[in-house]
């Protein structure tokens, strides 16, 4: 798994809430991912990041916001969430930026938002 | 819109058959087609990937034959096993400087003993 571990594992909040995942990696990967995964959409990418402090959206990033304030962490925050935001949520990275290069997946978080 | 399509939805195979899982793309910016298996309750793990300058890939019981005329690239497992029962999902990358991935919907292989 690449040293990449999620927290929580699993959390139910209520709508309008808060809520925020943390990613955690211990490779030294420069890049960084957020993915949910959904029955019938596979997996599709929320946000990413190149860099401390550098982020950027990825196809579904309404209503996410993410932050990387050290090489390891990568927080992904749901401002006010939705049912629609029920999902499981995958981090993952790689060392660059080069198409070839593995991205290595995190173990997910179960969100369930009612 | 689905920028790599995949099929079928879900697969049975007989221990020792052919697993066959077919996708497709549109974007012929696309440059690495890896292929991800994913058992439940773990995260998606790299199984093999190909460069659209080969046209076919095997690493032991898996192969990747990719077609680039037709955009059409997919996953042979032989001799399936009872343990290649997963989830698996074909994506695409585009060249640059991101290494995002597009991904397939997914198939979920059961095979049967």
């Not at chain 1, 990418?45 to 190149?50: F, P, R």
């Amino acid at each position: 798994d690449a040293g990449i571990t999620q927290s929580p594992r699993h959390k139910v909040t209520e709508t309008g809430t808060p809520v925020t995942l943390r990613c955690h990696q211990t490779e030294n990967h420069r890049y960084m991912y957020w993915y949910r995964q959904d029955p019938g959409h596979g997996l599709r990418l929320i946000h990413y990041s190149y860099g401390v402090k550098d982020t950027d959206k990825g196809e579904v990033s309404d209503g996410y916001s993410v932050s990387r304030s050290k090489t390891e962490d990568f927080l992904l925050t749901l401002e006010s969430a939705t049912s629609s935001q029920t999902s499981v949520y995958f981090c993952a990275s790689t060392s660059s930026g080069s198409s070839t290069d593995t991205q290595y997946f995190g173990p997910g978080t179960r969100l369930t938002v009612l | 819109q689905q920028q790599v399509k995949q099929s079928p939805q879900s697969l049975i195979v007989q221990k020792g058959g052919i697993s066959i899982i077919n996708c497709a793309y549109e974007n012929t910016a696309f440059d690495y087609f890896p292929w991800y298996q994913q058992f439940p309750g773990k995260g998606p793990a790299l199984l093999i990937a190909i460069r659209p300058d080969v046209s076919e890939k095997k690493e032991g019981r898996f192969t990747i034959s990719f077609n680039k005329s037709a955009k059409q690239f997919s996953l042979h497992i032989m001799d399936s096993q009872p343990g290649d029962s997963a989830t698996y999902f074909c994506a695409a990358s585009r060249g640059g400087a991101t290494n995002k991935l597009i991904f397939g919907t997914g198939t979920l292989l059961a095979v049967q003993p």
